[in-house]
C-alpha cells in the first residue's frame, strides 16, 4: 500500500500536480504561464489551475516552493531522460524516481538535523527512541514513501534545520550561520505561507524571562547589520513567486485559495486533535506524548519552551 502510488503512477498527483508544474514550464516547456497546456490532452491531468487570464494559462493554486527543493532531482531526472532516450516532458519515468527519491533525501537530511537538536538536550540513547519513534510511529513513514512529493517530508527537513541553525546561530552569530537560518525560514515560508509563523523560532529562542529580553536586544544591537540580512534573504526568496503572481494575477500578493479560509469565530480544535475524520491524535496516537511533552520543554529544553507551543 504504502508504495502503491509509485507502482501505479502517481509520484505526481493530487496537491503534487501544482507545487511540481513550475519546473517542466520553466526548464521543459520555457512559459511560466504554462500557456501549452489548455487543449492539450496530455497535460489534463498534469497542469491544473484556479484561475484563467485571457491569452495565458492556469495559475497555480500552490506556491513555487516545493519546486525549489524538488529542483536538483528534478534536473537529474532531465539528465536522465536526456541520456537514457526517455521522454524529456517533466513526466516520464525518470523524473518520477527522482522525484520519489527526493523525499528519501530530505527525511534522511531532517532526521540528522534534528538528531542534531536532540543531542543539544537530552542523551543518545532518547534522541534514538525519538527519531524511531517520529520515523516509524507517525505518518512521516508514509509521505517519505506513499506520498512521497506532498510537503510534509520536506518540511520536517527544512523545520529541523530552523531549530539547529536557530541553536548554532545564537552560539556562534557568523554571517554563514545568519544566511543559512535566513535560506531556511524564507524556503519554509515559500513552501507553505502560513508558516512564516516559523520566524518566531529564531527571533523568540531563549526568551525565557524579562532579563534574557533585555540581553537579546543588546545582542542584535551588536548585530543589526546581521539581523536586517532576514527580510532580505526572504525577499530574495519570495520575489520569484511575487512576479509569478503579478505576471498572472495583475496583483502581487495573490490569495488562490479562493473560498478556502479559516473559521476564526468558530474553532474547530477538538476535531482537528480526535475527529475520527483524519484528527490528528486519533491516527498518530504516539503524538500525545509530544503534546504532553510541551509541558516539559522548560525544564529540558528551556531556550526553545516559549516558541515552540506557540
Known amino acids: 500500500f504504502v508504495l502503491g502510488r509509485w507502482h501505479r503512477g502517481k509520484v505526481i498527483d493530487a496537491d503534487v500536480i501544482s507545487y511540481y508544474s513550475y519546473l517542466p514550464a ?10 501549452y497546456a489548455p487543449g492539450n490532452d496530455f497535460f489534463a ?10 491569452g ?8 513555487m516552493g516545493l519546486s ?28 518520477t524516481f527522482w522525484l520519489q527519491l527526493s523525499a528519501i533525501f530530505y527525511l534522511v537530511l531532517g532526521i540528522v538535523w534534528l538528531r542534531k537538536v536532540l543531542r543539544t538536550y537530552f542523551s543518545d540513547g532518547i534522541t ?38 536557530t541553536i548554532q546561530f545564537y552560539a556562534n552569530p557568523s554571517w554563514r550561520n545568519v544566511l543559512i537560518l535566513g535560506l531556511i525560514a524564507s ?20 526568551l525565557t524571562t524579562v532579563a534574557t529580553l533585555r540581553e537579546r536586544l543588546l545582542f542584535w544591537k551588536r548585530h543589526f547589520p546581521k539581523l536586517l540580512l532576514f527580510p532580505l534573504v526572504q525577499a530574495i526568496i519570495l520575489t520569484p513567486q511575487i512576479l509569478y503572481w503579478n505576471l498572472m494575477t495583475d496583483h502581487w500578493i495573490y490569495y488562490s485559495y479562493g473560498d478556502e ?4 469565530t468558530d474553532p474547530q480544535v477538538l476535531k482537528v486533535w480526535f475527529s475520527y475524520r483524519n484528527g490528528w491524535l486519533v491516527y498518530t496516537p504516539l503524538m500525545a506524548l509530544g503534546v504532553a511533552g510541551l509541558l516539559l520543554l522548560r525544564k529540558f529544553a528551556r531556550d526553545f519552551s516559549i516558541v515552540v507551543p506557540f
Open 56 to 63: 495565458f494559462g492556469p495559475v497555480q493554486k500552490y506556491t
Open 128 to 165: 534514538a527512541l525519538t527519531l524511531l519513534a517520529l520515523a516509524f510511529g507517525t505518518n512521516l513513514y508514509y509521505y517519505s514513501h506513499g506520498q512521497a512529493a506532498m510537503p510534509h517530508v520536506y518540511l520536517f527537513a527544512l523545520i529541523s534545520g530552523l531549530l539547529w541553525f
Open 45 to 54: 491531468d498534469k497542469v491544473w489551475g484556479v484561475t484563467w487570464k485571457e
Open 261 to 264: 479560509s479559516f473559521f476564526w
Open 187 to 206: 524556503l519554509i515560508t515559500l513552501v507553505r505561507p502560513n508558516h512564516i509563523l516559523m520566524w518566531a523560532i529564531p527571533m523568540g529562542f531563549g
Open 26 to 35: 520553466v526548464v521543459v516547456h520555457g512559459d511560466i504561464t504554462m500557456n
Open 68 to 95: 525549489w527543493l524538488y529542483a536538483p532531482f528534478f534536473l537529474a531526472g532531465h539528465g536522465t531522460a536526456l541520456l537514457f532516450g526517455f521522454e524529456a516532458d517533466g513526466y516520464s519515468a525518470p523524473y
